[in-house]
Nanobody
Framework: VQLVVESGGGLVQPGGSLRLSCAAS????????MGWYRQAPGQQRELVAT?????????QYADSVKGRFTVSRDNAKNRVYLQMNSLKAEDTAVYYC??????????WGQGTQVTVSS
């Protein structure tokens, strides 16, 4: 049973937009951090954006996506979103959703491919 499921990836032209969604199973409790990481071929997985705290007041972005990506969360639905605008070829990667709980849980989704190409 997949506890964390991403959706919304795909092929988009440079300058385009995509919105990723991540749904967490209702069996995961006490989530304090939700976020997105990505991994391009031959590279290490890197942080894209995270939103921390039950009120979501602490938000962190990678420098490479600041001003173009927006992370948001819906606590009631256990969901986190990543709105990606002005996409570039270098944004091409597999994007992973990550959830962390107050009890030490660390959950990852299976990943969704984002390809930016003309």
């Amino acid at each position: 049973v997949q506890l964390v499921v991403e959706s919304g990836g795909g092929l988009v032209q440079p300058g385009g937009s995509l919105r990723l969604s991540c749904a967490a199973s209702g069996s995961i409790f006490g989530i304090y951090a939700m976020g997105w990481y990505r991994q391009a071929p031959g590279q290490q997985r890197e942080l894209v954006a995270t939103i921390t705290g039950s009120s979501g007041r602490i938000i962190q972005y990678a420098d490479s996506v600041k001003g173009r990506f927006t992370v948001s969360r819906d606590n009631a639905k256990n969901r986190v979103y990543l709105q990606m605008n002005s996409l570039k070829a270098e944004d091409t990667a597999v994007y992973y959703c990550n959830l962390r709980t107050y009890s030490g849980g660390d959950y990852w989704g299976q990943g969704t491919q984002v390809t930016v190409s003309s």
